[in-house]
């Protein structure tokens, strides 16, 4: 109740009540994020055939000083399963990423160990909430073990034994996180597709996989490597991503983890104040940490782009010297190359998109095409400035207008200011031959993308027909090219969009004998 009344507003819908903070949060974008929880309690609730009997409370905090002065925990999602009622804490900013997998947790409470809620079997559960989580353009655990387990990368025995050893409490923590907890989410999704719902949870309640399952542990764990090898189809992706994840040292690799350099807190700080839309505050923040370490790249692009959101084009130049090596990160080429840009010096700009497109991996196609949308235009400043400016009733410069791409430049505008139903309607680009200065390959990457941001800000904007058949569409060009990872999003969103349809029918079937009872009244 204390924290509830600090953070001031509270939304409620069926399964949960949403507290959160005015200040953070967009015009309609609660009801969006409310909306998301209840398909996600649809899809694990179905799956695991569990039903949670009491309201779930969901705090979404504004700041990471805020959530720690009332949680103790600053940056960490929490849901203490063993409290009643119950609950999660997380930072607003953090939702798109740990809502699906912080969810798990609260309905596996309804089927855990009792008092504790949960499994003594570290592994079981952060395997579970792993299995369950939403797809998000990444490779799936799976994918990447099956990376891991084909090439050789690591043996069999290896792979195996640090499953078995990943079940167990100590082995958890001990072994690289980003192994443990791949390794167990494959494994959970193996025995949910393959022995159902049932077996799993009393495994989880009583924390003994062997009893629940009729067999030897290890027999379980060679069943699934079996299945990893019989993987026909991994993405290209998935092996570079899981050799970066599982190179990332354990906590007991490392020399004092908690220890934050003053830089990094002062960059914190300023992430803050922007989660509150105080960008004064945020500006001073930046600068602290940049002056502190001057080489701390994600200081130095947060505080370019609000100098570059203000017009002050001379303050990047002072910030990212031409003969920078700030280069290699990409996200500052880019800003670097949106100053040059704005500056009407298209060559400079065209040069830093380059470096830009030279350090994204391929693999990485939306943020590839909306470099490359970004290159097209850097010889026209104002095109430039109209695509990253923030003026809502700025209309396009004709040079925009008249672009067999300008639908395009509109829909990612659109978007990224919440003019949903703009970025709807807006038209996409069709045929081979409708942009001759673009490539066919990057043509298509970008027709698949533009088709997936128009599926978004379709449902955003409460079309759903329209919303349903452009996810279809998406999910179908995606899946054509063998991108499973950006399909599986498309196809995530065409079920939601379907559920939502189904929700507005039962709605309007609930509320027809009424209507027809207030019409015989009169």
């Not at 947060?302 to 002050?312: K, T």
């Not at 704005?342 to 693999?363: H, R």
């Not at 010889?379 to 791409?405: C, E, H, K």
Request: proline content about 6%; hydrophobic content about 45%; charged content about 20%.
């Amino acid at each position: 109740a204390q924290i509830g009344h600090a953070l001031g507003a509270t939304h409620k819908t069926t399964h949960f009540e949403i507290y959160y903070d005015e200040r953070s949060v967009l015009d309609g974008e609660i009801e969006l994020m409310a909306d998301d929880m209840e398909f996600r309690y649809h899809q694990v609730t179905s799956e695991l055939g569990t039903e949670v009997d009491d309201p779930i409370l969901v705090y979404l905090y504004p700041t990471a000083a805020i959530k720690g002065a009332l949680t103790g925990s600053r940056y960490t999602s929490v849901t203490p399963v063993w409290l009643h009622p119950p609950q999660i804490h997380m930072l607003l900013r953090r939702f798109d990423n740990s809502f699906d997998h912080e969810l798990v947790h609260v309905v596996a409470r309804e089927f855990g160990m009792p008092l504790l809620r949960a499994s003594l079997s570290v592994g079981l559960v952060e395997g579970l909430a792993g299995a369950l989580e939403a797809p998000d353009g990444r490779p799936s655990a799976d994918e990447m073990m099956a990376a891991v387990a084909i090439d050789g990368s690591r043996d069999s025995t290896a792979i195996v034994d640090g499953l078995v050893s990943s079940l167990n409490p100590f082995g958890f923590w001990t072994g690289r996180g980003a192994v443990s907890y791949t390794a167990t989410a494959s494994f959970v999704r193996y025995l949910l597709d393959h022995h159902g719902p049932e077996p799993f949870k009393q495994a989880y309640r009583i924390s003994n996989l062997g009893k629940a399952y009729g067999m030897p542990v290890a027999d379980l764990a060679a069943a699934w490597y079996r299945r990893l090898l019989e993987t026909e189809f991994v993405p290209v992706s998935a092996r570079p991503i899981a050799a970066r994840a599982f190179a990332i040292p354990s906590l007991f690799e490392t020399t004092c983890p908690h220890t934050v350099p003053t830089h990094v807190r002062d960059y914190r700080d300023g992430t803050d104040h922007l989660a509150l839309h105080d960008t004064l505050s945020a500006t001073h923040a930046f600068t602290r940490s940049i002056d502190a370490e001057p080489s701390f790249y994600p200081a130095v692009a947060a505080l370019v782009g609000l100098r570059l959101r203000a017009g002050d084009i001379e303050a990047v130049r002072q910030l990212i010297p031409p003969d920078s090596v700030m280069f290699a990160y990409p996200a500052l080429a880019v800003l670097f190359g949106d100053a040059h840009a704005m500056a009407g010096e298209g060559a400079s700009a065209v040069a830093a998109y380059d470096s830009a497109l030279a350090a994204i991996t391929d693999y990485m196609t939306e943020i590839r095409t909306l470099v490359m949308l970004r290159r097209r235009v850097a010889n026209n400043p104002l095109a430039v400035r109209w695509l990253l400016g923030t003026d809502v009733s700025a209309a396009p410069p004709p040079s925009i207008a008249g672009d067999p791409l300008g639908p395009a430049y509109t829909t990612v505008r659109a978007l990224r200011l919440r003019q949903f139903e703009t970025a709807c309607t807006a038209a996409l680009p069709t045929g081979p031959g409708y942009a001759p200065s673009l490539s066919a390959a990057d043509l298509a990457m970008l027709q698949r993308h533009a088709g997936l941001w128009r599926a978004t800000a379709c449902e955003s904007a409460g079309r759903l027909n329209d919303a349903a058949a452009a996810y279809e569409n998406a999910y179908h060009s995606f899946a054509a090219v063998g991108a499973v990872e950006t399909a599986r999003v498309a196809y995530d969103g065409s079920e939601r969009v379907l559920w939502k349809q189904s929700q507005r029918a039962s709605r309007r079937t609930r509320t027809q004998p009424r209507d027809r009872e207030t019409k015989s009244s009169s």
